[in-house]
């Protein structure tokens, strides 16, 4: 079984930096699409960066491009989203996905993926 736990969330000024961490189980890193999603409330759930087992390219959402960095620490079962020059924006709950099969096209569409973390809640305050 596939579990994903996130962490690191927190609330943080503008400009300000957090990591937030994804432990994995039930799964190898090489066999599986990850990524991360955000959700404002009462909006949809958007993609954030992915990163395709096909290709091993990661790609991130336009807003986030050269603040974002997502990263694997295959030693630990555990993927990593450092965040930079957070902005109030940026405010959102966190979620790591995984999924063993999927369209590439739709790396961005959270019906995709397969299996979610619990979320971590990212405050930025201006």
């Known amino acids: 079984e596939v579990q994903l736990q996130a962490s690191g969330g927190g609330l943080v000024q503008t400009g300000g930096s957090l990591r937030l961490s994804c432990a994995a189980s039930?799964?190898?890193?090489?066999?599986?699409?990850i990524g991360w999603f955000r959700q404002v409330p009462g909006k949809e759930r958007e993609g954030v960066a992915c990163i395709s087992s096909s290709d091993e390219n990661t790609r991130y959402e336009d807003s986030v491009k050269g603040r974002f960095t997502s990263s694997i620490d295959i030693v630990k079962d555990t993927m990593y989203l450092q965040m930079n020059s957070l902005t109030p924006e940026d405010t959102a709950v966190y979620y790591c996905v995984a999924s063993r099969s999927i369209i590439l096209s739709n790396l961005d569409v959270p019906s995709s993926w397969d299996h979610w973390g619990q979320g971590t809640l990212v405050t930025v305050s201006s």
């Open positions: 039930g799964l190898l890193f090489d066999d599986y699409h």
